[in-house]
């Protein structure tokens, strides 16, 4: 695959958003985020969904530079209405009110509907732990296509629904849970699919409800597992939970219409530290919490126990020295979509 210098890639991404209509600001916002998705390790997050976030705004269903409208707003609560804007830049925004209630009141709860994809939830999450903030953020895509069987079922009825949990620590990055409550990200299957590898056991069934390694078949009507596979009764559980509190709640609906807009419906909790404790002492102690749990012996097959996000952040530093694998396919669609512009 070719090797894409950090530089490199953002000019790129933001040039092709501009050139269909994003924009200037709100190119540089959702580069940044497909960029660090990549830096990370989160491929399936990254570059490779450009073409389909270029088809939807071609299509009118992402409306850049659209207006988002606050519905309902307390001292501790905001709901927004996107307009069909781009998510990242929708939800950024939407999250910089939310913090100044967090900071003002010591809580806050975000609602966002009728919005682009959002990406990755732990860039939300680690920029509100970089802000003194215990952060929670789910998100799930109402009625838009499904891709999870529910535990014990064997058709899609769920979304990916994924949840972040970050916390300010004295540790690169702060500490950050990021996960889908499905076996995997969605984006991961096409992205095996398009670098031509099969996936592991337990993260697929085909569209008859039988398990498979092969990532085609997601695409032919398959659908993902839910977190634990075949005893995924408790990420069931989870992924039911989130889309009740990031759809149901924000109004967008359950459930899938084929012909309807992509729809990121989000909620987001944050916690103003400093309003329970000294910041320094909970970011000092919650490092000295990742130390005591590093320190157990690693077990057969392990070099070590790493803390959450601490992979995240050794892959973000070999990435900016040694530059980001992007699957050829991908490159030379990126490569036709900037000549274009």
């Known amino acids: 695959m070719p090797v894409i210098e950090p530089g490199e890639l953002d000019e790129c991404l933001r040039e092709i958003y501009l050139a269909v209509g994003v924009p ?4 540089r916002i959702v580069a940044a985020h497909q960029l660090e998705a990549s830096l990370t390790g989160h491929d399936s997050h990254g570059a490779v969904r450009t073409p389909t ?15 988002p409208e606050v519905l309902r707003e307390h001292p501790a609560s905001l709901l927004v209405d ?13 999250m910089e009110q939310a913090l100044e209630k967090a900071r003002t009141v010591g809580v806050a709860a975000l609602s966002v509907r009728r919005q682009g994809h959002v990406g990755r939830l732990g860039h939300y999450t680690g920029r ?36 972040s949990i970050a916390l300010p620590a004295d540790v690169p990055g702060n500490v950050v849970v990021d996960m889908a409550t499905s076996a995997v990200a969605g984006g991961k299957v096409r992205f095996a699919h398009g670098a031509g590898r099969q996936v592991p056991a337990g993260w697929l069934v085909d569209r008859n409800g039988e398990p498979t390694t092969d990532p085609g078949a997601y695409l032919d009507g398959g659908a993902l597992m839910p977190l634990g596979g075949d005893q995924g009764h408790k990420g069931y559980g989870l992924s039911f939970a989130v889309e009740s509190l990031a759809a149901v709640l924000s109004g967008i609906g359950y459930g899938a219409d084929p012909a309807g807009f992509p729809n990121d419906g989000i909620l987001m909790v944050l916690v103003n530290i400093a309003m329970f404790r000294s910041l ?17 012996p690693p077990a ?15 892959r973000r530093r070999e990435r900016l020295a040694a530059g980001i694998e992007v699957p050829e396919k991908i490159w030379q669609q990126l490569q036709a979509m900037r000549r274009r512009g």
Do not use: C
Request: no cysteine; aromatic share 8%.
């Open 128 to 163: 509100a732990a970089e802000a003194g903030m215990a952060a929670m953020m789910m998100a799930d895509s109402g009625r838009g296509p499904k891709g999870v069987v529910p535990f014990g079922g064997s058709d899609a009825r769920l979304g990916t629904n994924p949840i």
């Open 53 to 67: 976030y270029v088809r939807l705004i071609e299509q009118g269903r992402i409306v850049p530079g659209a207006t």
């Open 280 to 296: 320094p002492e909970f970011r000092q102690e919650m490092a000295e919490f990742a130390g005591y749990v590093k320190a157990s």
């Open 82 to 94: 996107g307009h069909w804007g781009l998510g990242f830049v929708v939800t950024e925004r939407a």
């Open 300 to 314: 057969p097959g392990f070099d070590e126990v790493l803390y959450p996000g601490e992979i995240e952040q050794r």
């Open 24 to 27: 200037p600001e709100e190119a």
